[in-house]
């Protein structure tokens, strides 16, 4: 049953063949005329016009394809990267950084280390909207010699409208300010025997507000997450496993202007704020929320630059940033009691005291810098007792400071 | 003749219609680079792969040099809360003079509870969390250095009389030659890779245990690493005061391992053969913690300290409250120096720098 149903088809198959062969010199041939007419036989005629069909279309169909593929690879037309900075922004990405405005130009100069490595990798992203709101991305490596790029870093990225990212990451986010370091195990951590050793980051700037204790929650939080890819796609460039989560859910409220008593001055017990500093108005002091890996309590805002910062850098990665500093940056040393030098370096100075601790953890920072150099008393007066109350704080006391005598 | 011709087309039709398949899958594995008959081997009930990450996993480690890799494994089951694998490679080759120098690799995973007596146990955890080790990132219960690590299991892994089960990861790489013998490089990535081996590992051997959790663990979020090398010619170790050596120093090191909350680490030796003077260790991570059950005994150690504690030859270790927390310091040394005021010193060091009360007497708080 089965073998004679297939036996037939073969059979006309046969038949056709017959047929064909047998009608070869007739104009049309008749299995020809069987065929529908988009039969290739049909509409190529000879073998030598069908040959040179299938030529032709070969050439064309395998130009496309040639064409599609090095499109493909290289990125272009339709396959074309319209992903921004270095690769880490979708377009959905930058529009969650512009109030949802997908008209954003970018323009960017790729991560690249120069020759001999001496200033580790750096590179540039601008991200730019057609009514002028900017924001510009730097990837660089800290300088330790002058707290990390001549002090303006450490005053626009230290600021107590930051907050840190939390679960021990070393980065921190405002509205205005966002930067990350690249995580140590990625590319090395940073260590104070490097002649460049600060920490690499990525950091993100949108312009200056003057609403100091106003921080807009949602544009932090978009600046926050966009760091963090930002980071994460430079690890993953740099062929690093690993990837950080989204901070977002864990960074508390951004800070508000902190209500002081009178001998709790920027929430440290015991610490007496100086008259100079005890009008209200312009001097009322703001200070960073949430577990290190800074404590900033700055006062006196002025285009980015504090009239008097307090700061406690916790996270030795940072620290490292006033290691050169704290040896040499003045004449009168400060010192500690019985161990001397064991327990670290500081000096003081008209307009600043700094001491760079040897903590369990690592290096700490301690620092208290005014504007200027009119209130030297001032300065005198907190630096000591700044580093005991926040020394206990970070677990690194008992710290007492002896100042060199006035002169 | 008629069949024939017709059987003949119908084999085109399908040798060509095969070619199309395979032409087609061809393109499509090559395009994802993927296999489906790899012949790729598995390891430690399954959890690695070869040729999944790892150097010591790779094809090419067996490329040369009459290299084979071995494994052996016993799972853990619901029945029974123990288990092991071991991976290893071992390769041969003939040096310029002519002599044998042979390669050999052995990683061991263990799955179980920490070893029973109190000395072993002591010294089993300052193997893992001791020296350069730092904690697992993704608040994992876990310490790695990138050649040995631990992992304590959620309590769903606890065994019956409730001591916690940890999966440990243990190496031996080193090179023979006719005349001494070397230590190597393991080939295992690092200590994020080795994060990432141990936790797909423990989460395999969990399942067999019939102890997974509802979501398997993970390892993502970068590791830090660890600051500093080991430094030489100190008068005071670790950055602890108290832990001061004066002249005896020229000839020792120390080490600061990891100081986080959950843990702390400050070892001292001697510079030449790396003598043991003392390794000191501070467990505050509740996991940990309940590894270090029942070694500290019922009372005071000495007096004037506070908590539970014993001081035997060769090891001390002390337990207290600290806020609301056991925190246990322990230090391992042999007795030939008194070693008592350097672990008085750590204990309230220590204590103090995570806001506690002093363990030891004579320390002041904050």
């Given at each position: 049953?089965?073998?004679?149903?297939?036996?037939?088809?073969?059979?006309?198959?046969?038949?056709?063949?017959?047929?064909?062969?047998?009608?070869?010199?007739?104009?049309?041939?008749?299995?020809?005329?069987?065929?529908?007419?988009?039969?290739?036989?049909?509409?190529?005629?000879?073998?030598?016009?069908?040959?040179?069909?299938?030529?032709?279309?070969?050439?064309?169909?395998?130009?496309?394809?040639?064409?599609?593929?090095?499109a493909w690879?290289a990125g272009a037309g339709p396959f074309a990267d319209d992903r921004a900075c270095w690769g880490a922004f979708g377009e959905d990405d930058v529009a969650a950084l512009f109030?949802?405005k997908r008209d954003i130009k970018t323009s960017e100069?790729?991560?690249?280390?120069?020759?001999?490595?001496?200033?580790?990798?750096?590179?540039?992203c601008r991200l730019t909207s057609?009514?002028?709101?900017?924001?510009?991305v730097?990837?660089?490596?800290?300088?330790?010699?002058?707290?990390?790029?001549?002090?303006?870093?450490?005053?626009?990225?230290?600021?107590?409208?930051?907050?840190?990212?939390?679960?021990?990451?070393?980065?921190?986010?405002?509205?205005?300010?966002?930067?990350?370091?690249?995580?140590?195990?990625?590319?090395?951590?940073?260590?104070?025997?490097?002649?460049?050793?600060?920490?690499?980051?990525?950091?993100?700037?949108?312009?200056?507000?003057?609403?100091?204790?106003?921080?807009?929650?949602?544009?932090?939080?978009?600046?926050?997450?966009a760091?963090?890819k930002?980071?994460?796609r430079?690890?993953?460039?740099?062929?690093?496993?690993?990837?950080?989560?989204?901070?977002?859910?864990?960074?508390?409220?951004?800070?508000?202007?902190?209500?002081?008593?009178?001998?709790?001055?920027?929430?440290?017990?015991?610490?007496?704020?100086?008259?100079?500093?005890?009008?209200?108005?312009?001097?009322?002091?703001?200070?960073?929320?949430?577990?290190?890996?800074?404590?900033?309590?700055?006062?006196?805002?002025?285009?980015?630059?504090?009239?008097?910062?307090?700061?406690?850098?916790?996270?030795?990665?940072?620290?490292?940033?006033?290691?050169?500093?704290?040896?040499?940056?003045?004449?009168?040393?400060?010192?500690?009691?019985?161990?001397?030098?064991?327990?670290?370096?500081?000096?003081?100075?008209?307009?600043?005291?700094?001491?760079?601790?040897?903590?369990?953890?690592?290096?700490?920072?301690?620092?208290?810098?005014?504007?200027?150099?009119?209130?030297?008393?001032?300065?005198?007066?907190?630096?000591?007792?700044?580093?005991?109350?926040?020394?206990?704080?970070?677990?690194?006391?008992?710290?007492?400071?002896?100042?060199?005598?006035?002169? | 003749?008629?069949?024939?011709?017709?059987?003949?087309?119908?084999?085109?039709?399908?040798?060509?219609?095969?070619?199309?398949?395979?032409?087609?899958?061809?393109?499509?594995?090559?395009?994802?680079?993927?296999?489906?008959?790899?012949?790729?081997?598995?390891?430690?009930?399954?959890?690695?792969?070869?040729?999944?990450?790892?150097?010591?996993?790779?094809?090419?480690?067996?490329?040369?040099?009459?290299?084979?890799?071995?494994?052996?494994?016993?799972?853990?089951?619901?029945?029974?809360?123990?288990?092991?694998?071991?991976?290893?490679?071992?390769?041969?080759?003939?040096?310029?003079?002519?002599?044998?120098?042979?390669?050999?690799?052995?990683?061991?995973?263990?799955?179980?509870?920490?070893?029973?007596?109190?000395?072993?146990?002591?010294?089993?955890?300052?193997?893992?969390?001791?020296?350069?080790?730092?904690?697992?990132?993704?608040?994992?219960?876990?310490?790695?250095?990138?050649?040995?690590?631990?992992?304590?299991?959620?309590?769903?892994?606890?065994?019956?009389?409730?001591?916690?089960?940890?999966?440990?990861?243990?190496?031996?790489?080193?090179?023979?030659?006719?005349?001494?013998?070397?230590?190597?490089?393991?080939?295992?990535?690092?200590?994020?890779?080795?994060?990432?081996?141990?936790?797909?590992?423990?989460?395999?051997?969990?399942?067999?245990?019939?102890?997974?959790?509802?979501?398997?663990?993970?390892?993502?979020?970068?590791?830090?690493?660890?600051?500093?090398?080991?430094?030489?010619?100190?008068?005071?170790?670790?950055?602890?005061?108290?832990?001061?050596?004066?002249?005896?120093?020229?000839?020792?090191?120390?080490?600061?391992?990891?100081?986080?909350?959950?843990?702390?680490?400050?070892?001292?030796?001697?510079?030449?053969?790396?003598?043991?003077?003392?390794?000191?260790?501070?467990?505050?991570?509740?996991?940990?913690?309940?590894?270090?059950?029942?070694?500290?005994?019922?009372?005071?150690?000495?007096?004037?300290?506070?908590?539970?504690?014993?001081?035997?030859?060769?090891?001390?270790?002390?337990?207290?409250?600290?806020?609301?927390?056991?925190?246990?310091?322990?230090?391992?040394?042999?007795?030939?120096?008194?070693?008592?005021?350097?672990?008085?010193?750590?204990?309230?060091?220590?204590?103090?720098?995570?806001?506690?009360?002093?363990?030891?007497?004579?320390?002041?708080?904050?």
């Amino acid at each position: 049953m089965t073998d004679s149903e297939n036996a037939e088809p073969a059979e006309n198959n046969e038949n056709n063949e017959r047929d064909g062969s047998g009608a070869a010199n007739a104009r049309v041939p008749l299995h020809e005329r069987r065929r529908p007419w988009w039969h290739w036989g049909r509409l190529a005629g000879s073998r030598l016009r069908l040959a040179v069909i299938i030529g032709v279309a070969g050439a064309v169909v395998g130009a496309l394809l040639g064409g599609a593929g090095v499109a493909w690879r290289a990125g272009a037309g339709p396959f074309a990267d319209d992903r921004a900075c270095w690769g880490a922004f979708g377009e959905d990405d930058v529009a969650a950084l512009f109030d949802g405005k997908r008209d954003i130009k970018t323009s960017e100069v790729p991560i690249t280390t120069d020759r001999i490595g001496s200033q580790g990798p750096s590179g540039t992203c601008r991200l730019t909207s057609p009514r002028g709101r900017r924001i510009t991305v730097q990837a660089h490596q800290l300088d330790t010699g002058f707290g990390g790029a001549g002090d303006r870093w450490a005053d626009e990225f230290l600021s107590a409208r930051l907050t840190p990212l939390g679960d021990g990451l070393l980065g921190m986010a405002s509205d205005t300010r966002a930067w990350l370091a690249v995580p140590d195990g990625c590319i090395g951590r940073p260590s104070r025997l490097d002649v460049s050793g600060g920490p690499t980051v990525i950091d993100m700037e949108t312009g200056w507000t003057v609403y100091d204790d106003d921080v807009d929650t949602k544009a932090r939080d978009a600046l926050a997450r966009a760091v963090v890819k930002l980071v994460n796609r430079y690890m993953a460039d740099e062929g690093c496993t690993g990837r950080i989560a989204d901070p977002v859910r864990r960074m508390p409220e951004p800070p508000r202007f902190l209500v002081e008593k009178k001998d709790g001055m920027c929430g440290v017990k015991g610490l007496r704020l100086p008259s100079t500093y005890q009008h209200e108005g312009r001097h009322r002091p703001l200070l960073t929320r949430g577990d290190g890996p800074v404590r900033t309590c700055d006062r006196g805002v002025l285009f980015d630059h504090p009239g008097l910062r307090l700061m406690t850098i916790e996270d030795p990665r940072l620290a490292v940033l006033y290691d050169r500093l704290s040896r040499d940056g003045a004449k009168e040393p400060v010192r500690t009691g019985a161990h001397g030098e064991q327990d670290g370096y500081g000096f003081i100075r008209d307009d600043m005291g700094l001491f760079q601790a040897e903590c369990q953890t690592g290096q700490v920072t301690f620092l208290v810098r005014a504007d200027d150099g009119e209130h030297p008393d001032d300065i005198r007066a907190l630096l000591p007792r700044y580093v005991a109350a926040e020394a206990d704080r970070v677990g690194c006391g008992p710290l007492r400071v002896t100042l060199p005598a006035e002169g | 003749m008629k069949q024939l011709m017709g059987g003949a087309r119908r084999r085109t039709a399908l040798v060509g219609g095969a070619v199309v398949v395979l032409v087609a899958a061809g393109l499509g594995t090559w395009a994802t680079d993927t296999w489906p008959f790899d012949g790729k081997d598995t390891y430690c009930w399954g959890a690695w792969k070869e040729d999944s990450g790892p150097g010591f996993l790779s094809r090419k480690a067996l490329d040369e040099d009459n290299a084979s890799r071995t494994s052996k494994e016993t799972a853990p089951t619901p029945r029974r809360q123990r288990g092991q694998c071991t991976v290893s490679l071992h390769s041969e080759r003939v040096g310029s003079d002519g002599d044998q120098i042979v390669a050999e690799t052995k990683i061991t995973v263990t799955y179980g509870p920490a070893p029973e007596g109190a000395g072993q146990r002591l010294e089993w955890i300052d193997g893992y969390l001791g020296d350069r080790a730092m904690p697992l990132p993704d608040g994992l219960p876990g310490a790695t250095d990138g050649k040995q690590a631990l992992l304590v299991l959620p309590e769903g892994c606890d065994t019956r009389d409730g001591r916690p089960t940890a999966v440990t990861l243990d190496t031996v790489a080193r090179t023979v030659y006719s005349d001494t013998t070397m230590s190597a490089d393991a080939g295992l990535g690092g200590s994020q890779s080795v994060a990432r081996l141990l936790v797909a590992v423990a989460n395999r051997a969990m399942e067999k245990a019939g102890c997974a959790p509802a979501e398997p663990l993970e390892a993502v979020s970068p590791m830090t690493t660890l600051p500093e090398e080991d430094e030489s010619f100190f008068t005071r170790a670790c950055r602890i005061r108290g832990l001061e050596f004066g002249k005896e120093g020229r000839d020792l090191e120390y080490q600061v391992g990891a100081v986080t909350r959950d843990f702390q680490s400050c070892s001292v030796r001697t510079q030449r053969g790396d003598g043991r003077y003392f390794d000191a260790l501070m467990v505050a991570q509740p996991r940990f913690s309940a590894l270090l059950d029942g070694v500290t005994g019922t009372k005071a150690p000495a007096r004037g300290w506070r908590g539970t504690g014993v001081f035997a030859d060769d090891y001390k270790v002390v337990r207290a409250d600290c806020a609301g927390r056991p925190l246990t310091v322990l230090m391992l040394a042999p007795s030939l120096h008194e070693t008592t005021p350097y672990f008085t010193a750590f204990a309230n060091a220590v204590a103090r720098r995570v806001g506690c009360a002093p363990i030891a007497p004579g320390g002041s708080s904050r």
